[in-house]
């Protein structure tokens, strides 16, 4: 299925996920997925000027990303895109929420929009 594709509350499995940071994912099929609810540290260097970022590990977040990932299957649910064309969704590895799991790993924090975690 092509990316465009994905429309709102859309679910979809993510077929060989890959950690692009500590909220972003790769899925075969779909492109970049940008987890709803959570802000991560970001890679060395990729911080705008001027831009507020996330402190923390950019690397130790994308591993922690990565670990999770393997739990699989990846599971997503679609809610539109971002600025940037990524597709915003809830995704959860393993049954285990991503989201919540980088709040819990102190991996990420609460941004953007508000998400529960049980």
Known sequence: MPAGSIIAAAAFMCASPVAVDGNTLRCRGFGLVRLIGIDAPEMPGHCRAGRICTPGDGRAARATMARLLKAGPVTCTASGRDAYGR?????????????CAMLAQRQAVRRYSVIFCW
């Open 87 to 99: 597709i915003l969704a809830r995704c959860s590895s393993g049954g285990r929420d991503l989201s």
